[in-house]
């Protein structure tokens, strides 16, 4: 077990619905990633957070959006969503924003376009 | 930029054979590298990682990994398989800009044989 707990572990939508994704890190950690998994792309890093607030940006549409909570929560909102958003979404978190730390990851909810 | 290369998306060995997974990195730094294993259904679990310390790192269910800067490389290896190492491995990179985060390789699918 990581520590890391992520909710729902699946969902299934339509295309053009809106999702939340939600992920709380392990305990004291600060830092949230999310990552996407799918077949044709690999993992992907979309985007990270530190104690509330956007650290870095990487391969996430404009469609998608994050927050972290005063609690340290964080939630991936997913919009107008297609086809090829069917992925496995995973959130990892770390201690805080040195390069040599590691990410725990949670077990990732799977996202299903129908 | 960072990034990784896995040679070999599916590697197959007996059980009780030696496993080698090879990695790749190219990074402008001295880089931070982590392998993850991931099994069906599941999240991403840090099997070991190279901060710098030691060339050699040993990391947990008997797997270590031996970082060569000649060779840019970071390969992980087990003297002997067990079936349940059958899984997908992960290579990954940290990220030097202001994002702590993760460059994964494409992943090598292991096999065990009985």
């Known amino acids: 077990d990581s520590g890391v707990t992520q909710t729902p572990k699946h969902l299934i939508t339509a295309t053009g619905q809106r999702v939340t994704l939600r992920c709380s890190p392990r305990?004291?950690?600060?830092?949230v990633y999310w990552y996407q998994q799918s077949l044709d792309q690999g993992l992907q890093f979309l985007i990270q957070?530190?104690?509330?607030?956007?650290?870095a940006k990487g391969n996430i549409l404009e469609r998608f959006s994050a927050q972290q909570f005063p609690d340290l929560h964080s939630e991936l909102n997913l919009s107008s969503l297609e086809l090829g958003d069917s992925a496995l979404y995973f959130c990892?978190?770390?201690?805080?924003?040195?390069?040599?730390?590691?990410?725990?990851f949670g077990d990732g909810t799977r996202l299903s376009i129908l | 930029a960072q990034s990784v290369t896995q040679l070999g998306s599916h590697v197959s060995v007996s059980e009780g054979a030696l496993v080698l997974l090879r990695c790749n990195y190219s990074?402008?730094?001295?880089?931070?590298l982590f392998w993850y294993v991931q099994y069906p259904n599941q999240g991403l679990q840090l099997l070991l990682k190279?901060?710098?310390?030691?060339?050699l790192v040993k990391g947990i269910n008997g797997f270590e990994a031996e970082f060569k800067k000649s060779e840019t490389s970071f390969h992980l290896t087990k003297p002997s398989a067990h079936m349940s190492d059958a899984a997908e491995y992960f290579c990954?990179?940290?990220?030097?800009?202001?994002?702590?985060?993760?460059?994964f390789g494409t992943g090598t699918s292991l096999t065990v044989i009985p």
């Open positions: 990074s402008s730094v001295p880089p931070y």
């Open positions: 990954a990179v940290s990220g030097t800009n202001t994002g702590n985060q993760f460059y």
């Open positions: 990892a978190s770390s201690i805080g924003t040195a390069h040599n730390q590691p990410q725990h």
């Open positions: 305990s004291g950690d600060l830092s």
């Open positions: 190279y901060t710098s310390a030691a060339t």
């Open positions: 957070y530190y104690n509330g607030e956007e650290r």
